[in-house]
């Protein structure tokens, strides 16, 4: 079972730099855990920060020996630069020309079964939400799609893994793989 973290600094206690520590201690301990995909997904920083924070990630991960790639939320070239193993691309983002990938392994976020058969074109991962739901703050801000959905786009993405994203626990991720998901993805689950 594939598992892939999704970075979210707020959820740490603290000032600005003092959750940028704890990102970075995440990214350690989830390399020692042998989580297989960290996406750093903090959209407000500027690129500068951005990278600077990446770099020391992914220097992490490999202090503590780890194998987990490090994505980044953005465009390739941005990852490229910030030495990530991947890039991180929503719905809207690859529905621009991405002809180059600048050699990085992808992962894509796909809503619909048309995101799915665009995203199985390109992408080496795609992230499929929201299986159970979407919280923010504690409220459900979108219900989730259901099992069914999930196997119907593990169908449509061919060889391509699909990861379960939205509401997905370690209690309920067994459910996702009997749908035919490869892993899951989760924000809370690996904080």
Known sequence: MLRYAITNRTLFPGDEPARRVALVAQAARLAREGVDYLQLREKDLPEGELVTLARAMHAAIREAGGSTLLLLNGPPALAQWAGADGVHLS??????????????????????????????????????????????????????????????????AGEVPVLALGGVTQANAPECLHAGASGYASVRTFA
Do not use: W, Y
Not at 93 to 104: D, I, P, R, V, W
Not at 113 to 121: F, K, M, N, Y
Not at 136 to 156: F, M, Q, S, T, W
């Open 91 to 156: 719905s809207t983002t690859f529905a621009q020309n991405l002809q180059s990938h600048h050699g990085l392994l992808v992962s894509a976020s796909c809503h619909t079964l048309p995101d799915v058969a665009r995203a199985q074109e390109f992408a080496d991962l795609i992230l499929f939400a929201p299986v159970f739901e979407k919280r923010v703050a504690g409220e459900v801000v979108v219900p989730g799609v259901g099992l069914d959905a999930l196997r119907d786009a593990c169908d449509a």
